[in-house]
């Protein structure tokens, strides 16, 4: 998108994955909280943030002009969008600077994790005669039977 003063994109510019994903990794940032992301242009290439938004919102994205200029995407669908479009964070990228990431992984505390129920092992299946495309039912199944157990 870096483009000298009195140039613009080419006619028919459009954006595809791999061109998103090299924009986002040398001018993209996420806000610190993952539901926000911004997409830089230069600093005197304000006359192309309409077509750099076109391209994007072509890609079943939205995003609004923002100042610097630069497009902003908010709201986490939007960002997981953006992140399904540029695909996975590079391994040389921090956690956290990429759409998505998530910076401290969610944990369950010690005592919901304690007073979860143990699930009961399930019964291996029977090997039936059924259409294709249908379940085997075993013979002695009755409904509620799997909850109720023996």
Do not use: K, Y
Not at 41 to 56: I, K, P, Q, T
Not at 63 to 92: D, F, H, K
Request: charged content about 25%; aromatic content about 4%; some cysteine.
């Amino acid at each position: 998108m870096a483009a000298r003063r009195g140039q613009t994109p080419p006619a028919g510019f459009a954006l595809d994955g791999a061109r998103l994903r090299l924009w986002f990794a040398a001018a993209g940032s996420v806000d610190a909280e993952g539901d926000g992301a911004v997409l830089r242009l230069g600093a005197n290439d304000e006359h192309c943030s309409a077509v750099a938004l076109r391209a994007f919102t072509a890609l079943a994205c939205v995003a609004e002009l923002g100042r610097g200029p630069a497009l902003r995407i908010s709201g986490r669908r939007r960002v997981a969008r953006l992140r399904e479009l540029i695909g996975e964070r590079p391994s040389s990228a921090p956690l956290g600077a990429w759409p998505g990431d998530r910076t401290e992984p969610e944990s369950v505390p010690e005592d919901e994790e304690a007073a979860r129920p143990e699930r009961a092992p399930r019964a291996p299946r029977r090997p039936g005669p059924e259409a294709p495309g249908q379940l085997a039912v075993a013979a002695d199944w009755t409904p509620g039977s799997e909850l109720t157990g023996p």
